[in-house]
């Protein structure tokens, strides 16, 4: 079930305990999609989820039927947590972000430290290194030359392994039509931010619970990045997937539902 949420620019998909009301007991568990994918990519894993929460799964602004929004990636997460503090209803808060979906959530617990009470931040960090900088900037200015198929196999190899793609060629098809619907202009906006991003200065004051996950083949946003970002903030602890690389979720739906299952909270039934 689709609903409109911050004045009506952040298109959301709901699911799972009291998502017919909009509210509820039931925590609030806000799931951020990558860059290079979209919501679709957590569809493995909300129906489990969705049997203890009240799911949101959102098109992040330029995605989907979200409106776009100027002014950077600041801007990008103040609409998220007017968002998220709509839809949550006044409920417990869990944020998710995998990707660039991890560097939205991350920035609006910067600005907005009472937003969550939990967050889970999958394969993202503070910074990249130059080398990575410089791939975004690529990345932008390819796509904008030459349109996104330009740089199609260059996003799933950021997303998936070699050997991942050639044992899942319906998926990859999937995931290719998926990128390739992306608004080219919202793409390129995205790159040139995370090149110049730069949260080390400000991760003190995210003092929520964090759990960190990275895949071990994550080219990306290697796990260097994440071992960085977890010794960084106040009250984090990292763990690592074997074998996945930047969208573990869709990659291996059970080791990531495993991994995220001691963090989040144990909901009471909702009488």
Not at 215 to 238: C, F, I, V, Y
């Amino acid at each position: 079930m689709d609903r409109l949420f911050a004045n009506g620019t952040v298109n959301a998909a709901q699911s799972g305990q009291g998502s017919d009301q909009g509210s509820g007991k039931a925590p609030a568990l806000f799931l951020f999609h990558s860059l290079l994918s979209d919501r679709a990519s957590f569809d493995a894993i909300v129906p489990q989820l969705a049997q203890s929460f009240r799911v949101i799964v959102p098109e992040l602004p330029g995605f989907g039927a979200s409106r776009a929004v100027g002014g950077g990636l600041a801007a990008v997460a103040d609409r998220m947590a007017e968002a998220v503090r709509e839809a949550a209803s006044g409920a417990e808060t869990i944020v998710l972000g995998n990707g660039y979906g991890g560097f939205v959530a991350l920035q609006m617990a910067v600005r907005h430290p009472a937003i969550a009470t939990r967050l889970i931040l999958a394969d993202c960090g503070a910074a990249f290194s130059e080398p990575g900088r410089e791939a975004f900037r690529n990345m932008a200015a390819a796509s904008k030359a030459k349109g996104l198929a330009a740089i199609t196999d260059v996003a799933m190899r950021r997303l998936f392994a070699p050997e991942f793609q050639a044992q899942h060629p319906d998926l990859m098809r999937d995931r290719r039509e998926a990128f390739l619907k992306t608004d080219p202009e919202v793409i390129q906006a995205a790159c040139a931010q995370l090149a110049e991003l730069d949260l080390r200065g400000e991760l003190a004051r995210v003092k929520v619970p964090v759990l960190v996950l990275v895949g071990e083949h994550d080219e990306a946003t290697p796990p260097p990045m994440s071992r960085e970002l977890a010794a960084s903030l106040p009250n984090a602890r990292l763990k690592i997937l074997a074998g996945c690389a930047h969208v573990p979720q869709l990659q291996s739906p059970e080791m990531f539902l495993d991994a995220i299952g001691d963090f989040l909270p144990q909901p009471s039934a909702i009488t």
